[in-house]
């Protein structure tokens, strides 16, 4: 049973390489960067974010676990999490009885948009401050071919 044998070329290795070691070490920076102003931490941001530009304000769990990088486990907890600090509270979904909207309140859309702005210049800061607009937009063009 002969299978082949993969083996990346040594750019594509550095290629996979810097693009890990870049979003760590830029997340890192934005999350200190929250830290810092006396934010929470970045998942917040991202399911305060997702529920917000939601049509209703409203997402079912698993649609914020799609449209998000949390596993359904960290998501649950950090559900819980935002519900306790009355950010969101759950709604029955009315077709089955079981299921729970997650639906964002006035304190999570003001929480996140006191968010952005720590957010947006930490992103001017660690990524736009880096790359001219030419080269911005070549690396989001390149980076399309993995989405």
């Known amino acids: 049973m002969s299978e082949k044998m993969f083996k990346p070329s040594e750019a594509v290795i550095l290629a996979w390489t810097r693009i890990m070691r870049a979003r760590e070490r830029l997340l890192g920076a934005i999350e200190a960067d929250l830290k810092a ?32 990088l949390l596993t359904q486990y960290n998501l649950s907890r950090l559900l819980d999490r935002l519900e306790r600090e009355d950010l969101i509270r759950r709604e029955v979904f009315a077709e089955d009885g079981r ?39 070549s690396i989001a063009s390149l980076l399309d071919r993995f989405l």
């Not at 917040?44 to 799609?66: C, F, N, T």
């Not at 003001?110 to 660690?126: D, F, G, K, N, P």
């Open 37 to 68: 102003a006396g934010m929470p931490p970045l998942a917040w941001y991202d399911v305060l974010w997702e529920l917000a530009r939601s049509q209703s304000g409203r997402l079912r769990p698993y649609e914020i676990e799609e449209r998000t």
């Open 99 to 137: 299921g729970r909207w997650i639906v964002i309140t006035e304190a999570g859309r003001q929480l996140r948009e006191r968010m952005w702005v720590v957010y947006a210049r930490s992103i001017e800061t660690h990524v736009g401050g880096k790359l001219a607009e030419s080269e911005a937009r």
